[in-house]
């Protein structure tokens, strides 16, 4: 599908200025893999961003484990990394993975190995503001496991080829080695890039329980919009959980004409969608409490 209209969108507000790196990619003949992988890494590297890459909130350990993961839908190629230390951004060694390795999937001192032998720099990962939250946690009697923002970007670029890429520092205080749903292909992303994808964020384990991107991107197999796929899914995931709504997640959607669509448990999940270069932010569908 040549001469389609570029388009890049991604989780959250803080999506507006990763998409903007991901369209200048798009706008110098980049693809849609370029894209996704750029915007990603802007998020990642912003250590003002507490919940994804380097400025990730630290496990229960104090250790800052990164997860991402990518798919290429030209080749239908994909990569991902989990449970990744020692390094400020995941995405591109995922796309590592995808391009060099017969594997899709590497995790922990694996996957740390994989990044050192393909020389990305190792560097210390906890900023001066993650540590001294880390250390007023400990403070507190008890500790829980908390946000889970997630850089979610998909990309469809002028050849009319798709790409997705997802990426967390996942949940703070975290079990040591815990993955979420992000490099979950099948549940924080998925991709078929004759069809569409989808990529999402909140609390992972909700998404693993419903293969939720995958099944977003089944019911646009069978005919629905981006958003109804969406819509769909999360009211699947809201009926699964009954009567405990305690939990936020959303997806964003787009197929392979471009169209897109977004649905959320709870409201408060805004998306920043950038065509023409021009960003918009927007908030979703919700699904959730009051939609019941
Ligand atoms: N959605 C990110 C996580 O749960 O780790």
Known sequence: MPNQSPIILSTWSFGAKANQ????ALSNDGTALDAVEIAARVTEL?????SVGYGGYPNEHGIVQLDA???????????AVAAL???RSAISIARKVMEE???IFVVGD???????????????TLTAQSAAWYADQLKKKEQSPGGHDTIGVLSQDAQGDMAVACATSGMSMKWNGRVGDSPLIGAGLYLDGKIGGATGTGTGERAIEVCGAFAIVEFMRNGLSPQKACEKLITRMVERNQPAIDFQFAYIALNADGA??????KEGFQYAVCRAGQNEIRSSAVYGIDFM
């Open 85 to 87: 230390e020692g390094f």
């Open 69 to 79: 993961a990518i798919i290429d839908g030209k080749t239908g190629k994909m990569g």
């Open 110 to 124: 694996g996957a740390r190995e994989f990044a050192m032998k393909h020389g990305f720099k190792e560097e210390n």
């Open 260 to 265: 897109t669509g977004a649905a959320s448990v």
């Open 46 to 50: 912003d250590p003002d961003n507490t």
């Open 101 to 103: 390795e017969p594997h």
């Open 21 to 24: 790196a991901g369209w200048d």
